[in-house]
């Protein structure tokens, strides 16, 4: 199944601080590879517009609720990581909050 791809433009459309995807991963080279600890247990993420145009996409061990990740989770910041999970153009990810 291909993802959708997110645009600058999608992002303008959407209202602040939609919650804009969801998912769960494995912690592994092959899905999110995050920590050393618990290699293939499950992450949940959440992907998040900000205030503004920006996004940023917050992870953390599956058995948290989305709530919680979206508030308490550890920022995804490896470019090839935002991109795995959510597919998206130059302009979206530009707008990419570190």
Not at 19 to 36: C, H, K, L, Q, R
Request: charged share 30%; proline share 5%.
């Amino acid at each position: 199944m291909k993802k959708e791809i997110l645009t600058l433009n999608k992002l303008k459309e959407m209202p602040p601080s939609t919650v804009f995807a969801t998912g769960v991963i494995e912690n592994s080279p092959d899905g999110v590879y995050m920590t050393n600890d618990n290699l293939g247990k499950k992450l949940r993420w959440v992907a998040k517009r900000g205030r503004i145009h920006d996004w940023a996409i917050y992870i953390h061990w599956a058995e948290k609720e989305e709530d919680w990740i979206r508030d308490y989770g550890d920022k995804v910041t490896s470019p090839s990581n935002i991109k795995k999970l959510i597919p998206c153009d130059d302009a979206a990810f530009s707008m990419y909050r570190y």
